[in-house]
């Protein structure tokens, strides 16, 4: 989100178009990575111990053929280690001149970079292509999780790919999980990973902070 002065926040549906429009998508791209890249550190230096933070690439960025330089001079200026960065990728750009892309993907990977593929279901994935992409991690489409338990809904295909992404070793994740039949299908059918407004709406850094505490505190109180 972009905390805007006058406006308030602003959400990415309406300032990314006009970003890509502008072409100040791909240092706009950079800045938003160089800045979840220095979380990562100051929350591994504070002590938390943050899995991993997912940050998306826009087609411009993936298409310069600059990415992998990108990532490994912002790891270094931050000192994040790259096991803590996931970069998500939407089907339709991967797909894009995909044996090119590949090559990039590989080269990201090898760096200690988890790779997720974004709106999974929106596109057109060639299943032979999808087994060649090193990728980690596969993300459902919004648009299928929504209509998820409900008549004439989306569930069969849910069920289709977590069980194809499970087959090849993929985490699972559900975008826009936003209602409890939703968040109780998935868990049914063994979905790894769930994110949307039911988890927590977006959070301001410091917040997260202070959310992420509270959870941990009550996760080991459970443990123990």
């Not at 940050?55 to 990108?70: P, Y």
């Not at 994740?173 to 990973?193: I, K, N, P, T, W």
């Not at 709406?201 to 443990?223: D, G, N």
Request: proline share 4%.
């Amino acid at each position: 989100r972009w905390q805007h002065p006058q406006r308030g926040l602003v959400s990415p549906v309406e300032f990314i178009p006009v970003a890509e429009e502008t072409g100040l998508i791909v240092p706009l791209g950079e800045r938003v990575l160089k800045a979840a890249c220095a979380q990562a550190t100051a929350w591994k230096s504070a002590g938390m111990q943050i899995p991993r933070i997912s940050v998306n690439v826009s087609s411009e960025q993936f298409r310069q053929g600059s990415l992998v330089q990108t990532l490994e001079q912002i790891l270094a200026e931050t000192k994040a280690e790259a096991s803590q960065l996931m970069i998500e990728i939407t089907e339709g750009v991967i797909m894009d001149n995909a044996d090119a892309n590949i090559e990039v993907l590989q080269a990201v990977k090898a760096m200690g970079v988890h790779l997720s593929m974004d709106d999974f279901g929106t596109g057109y994935s060639s299943l032979s292509y999808l087994n060649r992409f090193p990728i980690d991690e596969l993300k459902i489409d919004r648009s299928f999780v929504a209509e998820v338990a409900q008549p004439g809904d989306y569930s069969a295909i849910v069920s289709a790919i977590i069980a194809m992404a499970h087959s090849m070793r993929l985490i699972v994740v559900a975008e826009g999980v936003e209602y409890q039949h939703q968040l109780q299908f998935l868990r049914s059918q063994g979905c790894d990973e769930y994110q949307g407004f039911m988890i927590s709406k977006p959070v301001p850094s410091e917040e997260f902070s202070a959310l992420f505490l509270a959870t941990s505190a009550t996760a080991r109180e459970i443990e123990n």
